[in-house]
């Protein structure tokens, strides 16, 4: 999976919706960077039983930016 396969899915998905898998929250990260989505992303655990665990990421809205991308993406793929 990567970033655009997960925007397609979130803009497909009601909201708010949970990220809980480390590949997506990574891949949530960037999208929010790209300003593609608004995303909560809670800090990693840093105690000593629970060292690196992360929480559920909440996704919030997939943006305008983020809904043009799925849009353009979908266009070009039904042009070929």
Do not use: W
Request: hydrophobic letters at 40%; one cysteine or more; a positive charge.
């Amino acid at each position: 999976m990567n970033e655009f396969d997960l925007l397609h899915r979130l803009a497909q998905t009601k909201m708010p919706t949970s990220l809980v898998l480390s590949h997506e929250i990574d891949l949530a990260r960037n999208l929010k960077v790209l300003g593609c989505i608004r995303v909560a992303i809670p800090a990693p655990k840093k105690g000593r039983d629970n060292y690196g665990e992360q929480d559920p990421a909440v996704v919030l809205e997939v943006t305008r930016r983020g809904k043009q991308a799925v849009e353009t993406k979908s266009a070009d793929s039904a042009a070929i």
